[in-house]
């Protein structure tokens, strides 16, 4: 006997679905459009149309938010600064998603985990962390210049998308030993097509792991414009195919980031597994200072996400609703300055190195070859200051 595709049709498990059944993907789907609270003006939305409810954010939250975005890209513009001025080795810019930045941290506790990227330097800095120790990495001065465990924080990840991977393994760890600790995962547009993201996703998922995978979809993975990296309608969907929830939000809309990204730390704590957040964003500034964006993208591109400034965006809403006024706006505008003020003035300081240090935390125990380095390192740094060479 012949079998039709029709017939094939008609025996599959879709087809065979009554129109009372529910679709079991369909809770894990993100809402068709990004969630959006306020729009470009900073005038408030009605309640979104989707999968999910999103309560908007206490308003001294809102408050306390403006404030970190503002000190946020003044650490920001002072720290590309530092690097033409030689300060730096390299600084991957964040501004125009300052409110992916500061939003994510915001929506997590202290004692949570946060897995960043190279480009994090924000977010940490919005996190607590002191600003030199996070610009230790890019000044070249160590690996990592905060402690991890005492932070909380993992080291700045340059490889695309590893830091999936540790953030699963440390929330399923967390989860084990019976804590309602949550892992942020922050991961760009372009590490979503590396391996190890599909490799941290799937583990997560399958274990249950409480993190929150956080993709800046910026447009961008360097050079490389999204239309090459992907065929899916929108990066959260990816979740869906490993069965987690997902969602995609308007990433320069600080209401919905920060209401969104909350939702997805309950979620997680709560017990329910991992959830994917893509936030639509763009970078305004180059990759790097490496970099030569001209190459691949035009400044009327520039100029039309200029409009969607985060940060004015949050202000004219926070007036609006009596949160803020001159005298609030003008006193955050002048802690920043300070701000930026003392990281100029503490990265002008030499900082101290000790090259023995370079044979420091390579193994748990020291190997014979290393030793030998070590002290053969050592004898001609003697030698040198012997001749006054040092």
């Not at 964006?293 to 926070?318: K, Q």
Request: glycine share 6%.
């Amino acid at each position: 006997m012949t079998t039709t595709p029709q017939a094939v049709r008609r025996a599959s498990p879709r087809a065979r679905r009554t129109p009372t059944q529910p679709d079991p993907a369909a809770p894990l789907l993100p809402s068709r459009d990004p969630v959006r609270l306020l729009d470009e003006a900073g005038r408030r939305l009605p309640a979104a149309q989707g999968p999910r409810d999103y309560a908007e954010p206490p308003a001294e939250s809102l408050r306390e938010l403006y404030r970190r975005m503002v000190v946020g890209r003044r650490f920001d513009v002072q720290a590309t600064a530092l690097t033409k001025q030689g300060r730096l080795a390299v600084y991957p810019s964040s501004r125009g998603q300052e409110a992916c930045q500061v939003g994510a941290v915001m929506a997590v506790r202290p004692d949570d985990w946060v897995f960043p990227t190279y480009r994090e330097s924000m977010a940490l800095v919005s996190r607590g962390i002191d600003p030199v120790e996070v610009l230790t990495l890019l000044r070249g001065d160590w690996h990592c210049g905060y402690d991890p465990a005492a932070r909380r924080t993992a080291p700045q990840c340059t490889p695309l998308a590893t830091q999936t991977i540790h953030a699963a393994g440390v929330a399923y760890g967390e989860a084990y030993q019976g804590r309602d600790t949550v892992a942020l995962a922050f991961i760009g547009d372009g590490a979503t097509s590396e391996g190890d993201f599909h490799e941290g996703v799937n583990v997560a998922a399958v274990f249950r792991a409480p993190v929150v995978f956080f993709v800046q979809n910026n447009r961008y993975a360097i050079s490389v414009p999204l239309s090459r990296q992907t065929a899916a309608p929108s990066l959260a969907y990816k979740g869906v195919g490993y069965g987690i929830a997902s969602e995609q939000v308007d990433g320069n809309d600080p209401l919905a980031v920060l209401a969104v990204l909350t939702h997805a730390v309950e979620h997680a704590r709560a017990g329910n597994g991992p959830f994917l957040v893509e936030a639509h964003t763009y970078r305004l500034e180059p990759h790097t200072n490496a970099d030569d964006a001209s190459r691949y993208r035009t400044m009327d591109e520039v100029e039309s996400w200029l409009g969607r400034d985060p940060i004015a965006r949050l202000e004219v809403y926070l007036r609006g609703i009596g949160v803020l006024d001159d005298a609030a706006v003008e006193a955050v505008r002048a802690e920043a300055e300070a701000f930026a003020a003392d990281l100029r003035t503490r990265m002008n300081t030499e900082p101290v190195v000790e090259p023995l240090s370079l044979f420091d935390h390579v193994y748990a125990q020291p190997t014979p070859q290393l030793a030998e380095q070590r002290e053969q390192v050592r004898a001609e740094l003697a030698a040198a200051a012997e001749d006054g060479d040092v």
